[in-house]
């Protein structure tokens, strides 16, 4: 088949603004805090980044999730916002953040913004104006009340530390509502000026470069009497606004709504197409650590099972762990007490209503689980999020509090402070992990790197594999019958074209039929077998394939082709904790079948 | 129609013997008399299918035989190495007969006729092969169960099954089709439950886990407990159903307590000294009861059951309210469904004991009794929680207890019964 020269996406030239990109991408979450400290004062910062877009391009992630770098007090981590058109000046400049995001663009990395829409910091000028007097211009933008019965529905988000949503204000004299934690204000939208205001945010981030945004608590805009304040209709009609000038003015960019819920509201926030991009699909990620201590897989077919039909160009963003604690909001009180006894022996491992660890000590270790986790991770349906530092199965200091226990700086060397600064020990914003398990000496980016067997280069060549299989990406999904309850596995399949890649000339690429650029390419069917043990004894697994019969599973990592699929039921040995992607080959596109 | 001549009813006979034969546990057995009775074509030409009712063993046997070409290859299904059993001439001339239900090509065919649906099935997987019934799974159809033992009259597995669908009963896979002629069931067809594994090996999952980790088992990671809750439930919700569907009777404990009592002499009267028996059948005499029996399950295990994605399900309904060693339907209290899952739980924690430590010098027994302990308490827990089950079964724990281990006595004393009588 000859294959058209053109070229196919990020890595090989300009973006292309029609091709549906975050469908296919590899999300990386940093926290810039933690990441590289440039300027030797002890915190991370954006040209601390920039020098590391090498590593990033190096590990094969497409677009990076930047965690709030605003002018902050930091009494969460940056979500309690305190100017939201600047850089917090311990990050670098404006300038900086310009230069960062041409930097990764020159890699083909993409570049988003945690967008923190619902609050502001109680240090943020509008608030510190708003609770001045009941008539100043802002006083309306967030809500007061006289007393604080208003909204009795709404539930209190952080139950171990807030009893109420209300919090008196003793200069105004009233009562102010927050979902969050009580320094955090909520704006209220059902004033046109702070809708219309951060609707200017959203194109002054959008025309400094940033390619979209995660929005932050996104379900919590509007509240409403006799309602939970979550999910309104005001809300939705609110986020087709800000899509609909990504629409017009910048195509290509992405919303990524960070809606903590089950998936058949959380869909919601989909719309019809015509609101989100990306939603984050927390149900399913308390699941996959509780099907791997139940070695069964119930638990992630279940969720799976409930998770509906999304509009065409969306997608789910799915992770394993990230910089908040590991969510137990959307678990029944059976699973949230089974989880906690698994994962949170020690009381200090627990934050709010979930677990603040990451994801190697949560698995204590065991690198077979956390392939298998990853392999579940780079192939169920949705865009994987990497949260820094779990390329490298770093640890956690569950003695720090609240959710910095996994807010740590990134270890990078096994010199001083891990190679995250340069500073004194004394000035860095948190201790880096010095234990000799997880600390900085035993795990850190220039061992593994030079480490072939490393967890980072196995992980690397798996987001190769991944994208060598678009499937992945947008493929339907299909989880096949097995009698055997510890073995989880399912196809990915859909139409894929083979395209040549300009800048090389002969290498050849796999990409799904039917995007811009590629209508003329003759597509062919692809189907990837996906083959997970979730138990830590091996396992066979037996599998009804009939449907593929002629075809030959060729192992994908290796590209070892096993024995060609029959009527009759197809045997796989999985080994402890094994997983096994096929990329299920017709007959006439094997390899050698032409005698080439 | 097919002209049943005295040649072809005698081949007919020969081919039903073969087939018998090979169905038999004890080959070496000298072959029973065997009487044709009907012969219906469920499908003419070649490949042909005749359904064969006989009489053989004191009861009627049923058997599908494919009629193929002379010399056509076949393509055996489950552990039948041959699937040939001989020669029949019918109006296409000489043909060689098969086992259909054993045949790749032609187990297909045998739903398409039983279903009246010709749309193309690929992917039969046997899923088994007893003397209740040959199960088929047809990939993401449905599954077919043909019963080569037919009863007078309806199959009590199919009624049973039947009556849960009618009554809203939906932890279960849904009759599709009934394969029935002459006032007796020859068959069912049923949705297939996707996802499912069964119980049994759920369970061996959890005790796997447990005997290499040791412990407590509800702080191993493969912890059952919730399942048994779980599991505890649905069996509820299909007491409940039975009764709406059945009604119910009443029944003297006492006097129940005292049949059980003569079974347990009979198989193995050392039972009656294990600890807690005398005290319990003393205790269920004193109360003088009088309770409801149903029309049960009647051999309810975690291997008639399966976990899917909707939860768990009944998958398994044949017995059909008759309980082992018995050959109709008797009406029990629905304790006694409730006795053989916890027999059930007690069995499988023992197995997967001694399949990982046949010399029992790991000490599993205890982890064993751990978890049989909790996974009772999680059970009855599960059942007795299901709104509306207190009509079904005495409100007190205590006396629950107590006439589940009477149930699980008579249990215990039909298997060594069957094992003598093996």
Redesign the interface.
Known sequence: MSAPAVPIGPRDGPFDPSVRWFQHAVFYEVLIRGFYDANDDGTGDLKGLREKLDYLQWLGIDCLWLLPFYPSPFRDGGYDISDFFNVHPDYGTLGDLVGLLEDAHRRGIRVIADLVMNHTSDQHPWFIESRSSRTNPKADWYTWNDDDQRWPEARVVFTDVERSNWTWDDTRQQYYWHRFYSHQPDLNYDIPEVADTMVDLVRFWLDLGFDGFRLDAVPYLYQRDGTAGEHLPETHTYIRRIRKQLEADYPGRILMAEANGWPADVADYFGDGDECHLCFHFPLMPRLFMA???????PI??I??QTPEIPEGCQWAIFLRNHDELTLEQVSD??RD?LF??YAKDPRMKRHMGIGRRLAPLLDGDRRLAELLYALLLSLPGSPVIYYGDELLMGDNIYLGDRDSVRTPMQWSPDRNGGFSRADFAQLYLPPLMDPVYGYSAVNVEAQRRNPGSFLHWLRGMLVERRSLPVLGVGAFE?L??????VLAYVRSGDVVDVAVRATGETTLTVPAGIEGFQEAEPRSQAVLCVHNL???AQPAEL????W?GSTPLEVLGRVPFPVIG???YTITLGPYGYLWFDLVEPSHMPGVDGL | MLELTDDRRLSLTQLVSAWLAQHREDRSAAEPPVEVREVEVLRAGRPGLLDVIAEAEGRAVHAVLGVRRLGEET?SLGTTDDPVLGLFEDDEGLGMVVDALHD?ELAPLVLAAVTGDDTPV????PVADTDEGVVL?F??RCTLTVFPRLFDGLHPGVELLVALDEAGFNHLAAPVALWRRGGRDLGVVQE?L?????GW??AL??L??LY?SGGLP??A???FG?EGRALGTMTARMHLALDRSFGRRSEDVTERVDSVERIVVAADPALLDAPGVGEAFEALRAANLHGPVLHTHGDFHLGRTA?T??GWVVADCMPGGVPPGATDVVFRSPLADVADMLWSLHHVASVAASERDPTGRSGLAALAQGWEARNRRAFLSGYLATPGIGGLVPTDRETVGKLAAVFELERAAARIMQLGAG
Not at chain 1, 481 to 486: A, K, L, Q, R
Not at chain 1, 544 to 547: A, K, P, S, V, Y
Not at chain 2, 122 to 125: A, F, H, L, R
Request: aromatic letters at 4%.
């Open positions: 791997v201590r139940r070695e069964q897989r119930y077919t279940e799976l099972s059976e699973e089974y006894s698994e989880v019958d097995c009698p055997n309850p510890s138990s830590r004894f009804m394939l009939g449907r019969a009527e009759d039921p | 393509q790749a690929t992917g039969v997987t799974a990939a993401e297939l996707a996802g499912s594994a069964g090996a759920l999952t959890s796997r886990d290499a509800e702080e990671g493969g912890d919730p976990r994605d909707q």
